[in-house]
DNA sequence: TAATAAACATGACATATGTCATGTTTATGG
DNA sequence: CCATAAACATGACATATGTCATGTTTATTA
């Protein structure tokens, strides 16, 4: 079973694959982190996730049941990735229920969290938004730091318009106003959070 | 196993469950539309998933591995819900991987939806949504009409905001403008498609 | 390290959508 | 069937966010 996971790199400009891309191989984060995306004719960009290690992908969940990829998988900055033969993988979970629950979890949660993100985009403001996106990259990226928390990823300004759907202008005024309220500091290569409470505050003010 | 499924009937003003209610059962729609909707303190609401006959819920996924429903379930019109206790479920998944790789795939193509709809909110217009939501129904809910395409289902102008992030008096607004068009009409009890290609070109429109 | 591209910044203005108010029509339940 | 509430409609206006333009700063990579 083991022996049918293989270990592939990639870098910044890479695609690990692109929107209808057959979907011949599961996927499993390992190192670095990896952004979901989905594009339109017209160029536009949203970012559904970002994935980190341990996170499947199955990010376009048609990967199990579908023939082809519904977005594509970028890496942000190196990553490696582990991949298995579709049908490997199901075969293993049908042999093994423990793994199928978990997998059944893993998707659940994930449901979940797709669709708290369709109520925020639904009901709060941009500026709501990119708060709550920095709080929670706080929690699941951060390092600790004499002045706040540091983000170990690269997110330009561009990145978290496409994460929490506005455009980069937009980004960067509530980036340049944040930064003025000492919430945050710094650019993609080292963002810091300086004010985790005053975000939040933010995030879920009326 | 089937024993253990039981089945009860809600009108329109009942809820099937309320966000924040423990996750005791499993349920599946019978007959009936439900939909799955969160809301916010200030009352605002978003509706996320509309859930016809054969549908899981699990429409929060947290049934299976959270404490508390992340969201509500409410009946559109009279519905008949079969439910089964969590536990259960779980043993009866774990027993039948068949049964438990189908759950793999269902979750999976929600996961996508949910994801498609993310897109939809972050890059189109408010009238592309609702387009695109009226074709959606065509589809899923409507029956062949003289003059085009009945919607089985009754969606106030309250229900179509909700589903697609905007307010009530931009959906009558747009829906005005789609009478108008000779698109659609009718009201919640009695909506009609009437022109089932232009909605669609509308949808899509850049 | 120099050359080039990417990222960040900000102003001026356009516009889609929200908000609030008011009235009419339609449906619902006692 | 009548009374009441819900749904639909539309105007006037506010505002959040988008668009386009231009310039500076910071990072890449040849």
Redesign the interface.
């Known amino acids: 079973m083991l022996q049918e996971l293989t270990e592939t790199r990639y870098g910044k400009h890479d695609y690990i694959f692109r929107e209808g891309d057959p979907t011949e191989y599961f996927h499993i984060v390992k190192e670095g982190t990896v952004k979901?995306v989905?594009s339109?004719?017209?160029g536009?960009e949203?970012t559904?996730?970002m994935l980190m290690p341990g996170d499947l992908f199955?990010c376009?969940?048609?990967?199990?049941?579908?023939a082809s990829h519904?977005?594509s998988a970028q890496p942000m900055g190196d990553v490696s990735i582990l991949r298995m033969k579709k049908k490997s993988y199901?075969e293993m979970?049908?042999?093994n229920?423990?793994a199928?629950?978990e997998?059944?979890?893993y998707?659940?949660?994930?449901?979940?969290e797709?669709?708290?993100?369709?109520?925020d985009?639904?009901?709060d403001r941009a500026d709501q938004r990119l708060a709550s996106l920095l709080v929670d990259l706080a929690a699941r990226n951060g390092i600790p730091d004499p002045n706040g928390i540091r983000l170990t990823v690269r997110m330009t300004r561009e990145d978290m318009a496409n994460m929490v759907?506005i455009t980069t202008e937009t980004a960067i005024r509530i980036m340049s106003r944040f930064k003025r309220d000492r919430l945050v500091s710094g650019t993609a290569n080292r963002l810091l959070i300086r004010d985790l409470k005053g975000l939040k505050a933010l995030a879920s003010a009326?």
């Open positions: 979901c989905k339109t004719p017209e536009k949203c559904l996730k199955c376009d969940a048609a990967a199990f049941d579908g519904p977005g199901f979970l049908r042999r229920p423990d199928a629950m997998v059944i979890k998707l659940g949660n994930r449901l979940n797709a669709q708290e993100k369709t109520k985009l639904a009901l759907g009326s």
